[in-house]
C-alpha cells in the first residue's frame, strides 16, 4: 500500500494567496484528519472527515480555512487569503473504525507563507 | 488544563540503556486510547503503540512498551536497549470517547538525543 499521500511536500507563497493542500487516504480507511504542526502550538487537530462527511471542524482556525472531502480518496484543505502566521507543517492522516486503530500520517506538507 | 502533559522536553541517554519517557493524560470520558509516536528529524510522524483504557495488560510492541497506570492518569513509555536511531522527537496522544475514530490530542512532545 502507498500510504497516505500529499501534495505538494512543500508550497511557499506570499501571503493573501489562495492555498490547496492535497491528500489521498489510504485505500478503505473511512476516517480522515488535518493537522497543523508549529513550534509554538505542537501538534493540532483541525478537522476530521467519517465516510466524506466532516465529523468536527471545531479545530479550524478561522473563517480562511475550509476542507472539502469530495470522494473516499481525496480531501483537500484550502487556506484563502492565505497569512503569514499560516506557516507550518500540514498533515493528513487517515484510519478505519475500531478502538484501537492508529491513524496513519502521510510526509506532510511544509507551508511557508511570506 | 492540558489533556496531555509531557514534563520532559529533552533528554540525553547513552547508548543501549533503557529510557522512560512521561506522559499524563486527563480525561472524565471511561472509554479513551492513549497513543505514541515518533517523529524523526525527517518529519514524519511513525506509530508506535497504543493503550486502551480498559486494556488488563500493559501494550508491547517489540523494544516499546507502554506503562499504564490509570489511577495515576499516565502512560509512560519505556525504550528498552535503546539506538542511535531511537534519536527523535516523541509524542503521546490521547483519543477520547470509544467506538471509532475521533482526533488526537498531542503532548508537546519530548526530544530524546541518544548519545553514543
Known amino acids: 500500500d502507498a500510504g497516505v499521500i500529499q501534495s505538494p511536500r512543500h508550497e511557499v507563497t506570499e501571503m493573501g494567496q489562495e492555498v490547496t493542500l492535497r491528500c489521498k487516504p489510504i485505500?478503505?480507511?473511512?476516517?480522515l484528519f488535518w493537522y497543523r504542526q508549529t513550534m509554538m502550538r505542537g501538534l493540532e487537530l483541525l478537522i476530521y472527515?467519517?465516510?466524506?462527511?466532516?465529523?468536527?471542524d471545531s479545530g479550524m482556525p478561522e473563517d480562511r480555512f475550509s476542507a472539502k472531502m469530495p470522494n473516499a480518496s481525496f480531501s483537500t484543505l484550502k487556506i484563502q487569503p492565505s497569512e503569514p502566521r499560516d506557516s507550518a507543517v500540514y498533515f493528513c492522516?487517515?484510519?478505519?473504525?475500531?478502538?484501537?486503530?492508529?491513524?496513519?500520517f502521510g510526509p506532510g506538507t511544509r507551508l511557508t507563507v511570506t | 488544563a492540558q489533556k496531555i502533559t509531557q514534563t520532559q522536553p529533552g533528554m540525553f541517554v547513552q547508548e543501549k540503556e533503557a529510557v522512560t519517557l512521561d506522559c499524563t493524560y486527563d480525561?472524565?470520558?471511561?472509554?479513551?486510547?492513549l497513543f505514541w509516536y515518533k517523529q524523526p528529524s525527517s518529519g514524519e510522524m511513525i506509530f508506535l503503540i497504543y493503550?486502551?483504557?480498559?486494556?488488563?495488560q500493559n501494550a508491547t510492541e517489540g523494544r516499546y512498551s507502554l506503562n499504564f497506570q490509570k489511577a495515576r492518569k499516565s502512560a509512560n513509555l519505556v525504550i528498552s536497549a535503546s539506538q542511535l536511531g531511537d534519536s527523535a522527537m516523541y509524542f503521546c496522544?490521547?483519543?477520547?470517547?470509544?467506538?471509532?475514530?475521533?482526533?488526537?490530542?498531542f503532548g508537546k512532545g519530548t526530544h530524546l538525543i541518544i548519545q553514543p
Open positions: 472527515f467519517n465516510n466524506n462527511v466532516p465529523i468536527d
Open positions: 496522544a490521547m483519543r477520547e470517547g470509544g467506538g471509532g475514530a475521533d482526533g488526537l490530542t
Open positions: 480525561t472524565s470520558d471511561p472509554s479513551y486510547g
Open positions: 493503550q486502551g483504557s480498559y486494556d488488563q
Open positions: 492522516a487517515s484510519s478505519s473504525a475500531g478502538e484501537d486503530n492508529e491513524q496513519y
Open positions: 485505500s478503505g480507511h473511512d476516517y
